[in-house]
């Protein structure tokens, strides 16, 4: 059974910079893909990021391209957002999600572990 577990959210400003981290317990980490999605208020979830199992395989949702990079730490167990040039419409509840399949994938479907989710929101 895989565990997830976000930190690093926050209130901060437009423009601002922060940093999630996600810590997966379970063997099989270093074999699947990961992904971040987030879920505004009124608003359906959406996929933001994905990083195949090596780590060297990136995808983005347009709307955080060239802002947010997802990396992988294997070793480590853990995966990472790094939000640059924050909007306020990047304000959500931020999801790390472990994949069943090692390659990357857009759609929710081929997650199967989620983290409880945590809370970014970005003041204008």
């Known amino acids: 059974q895989v565990q997830l577990v976000e930190s690093g959210g926050g209130l901060v400003q437009a423009g601002d910079s922060l940093r999630l981290s996600c810590a997966a317990s379970?063997?099989?980490?270093?074999?699947?893909?990961m992904a971040w999605f987030r879920q505004a208020p009124g608003k359906e979830r959406e996929f933001v990021a994905t990083?195949?199992?090596?780590?060297?395989?990136?995808y983005y949702a347009d709307s955080v391209k060239g802002r947010f990079t997802i990396s992988r730490d294997n070793a480590k167990n853990t995966v990472a957002l790094q939000m640059n040039s924050l909007k306020p419409e990047d304000t959500a509840v931020y999801y790390c999600?472990?994949?069943?399949?090692?390659?990357?994938?857009?759609?929710?479907?081929?997650?199967?572990?989620w983290g409880q989710g945590t809370q970014v929101t970005v003041s204008s």
């Open positions: 999600a472990s994949a069943t399949v090692p390659f990357t994938s857009v759609q929710a479907i081929h997650y199967i572990h």
């Open positions: 379970g063997r099989t980490f270093s074999s699947v893909a």
């Open positions: 990083i195949d199992w090596s780590g060297s395989i990136t």
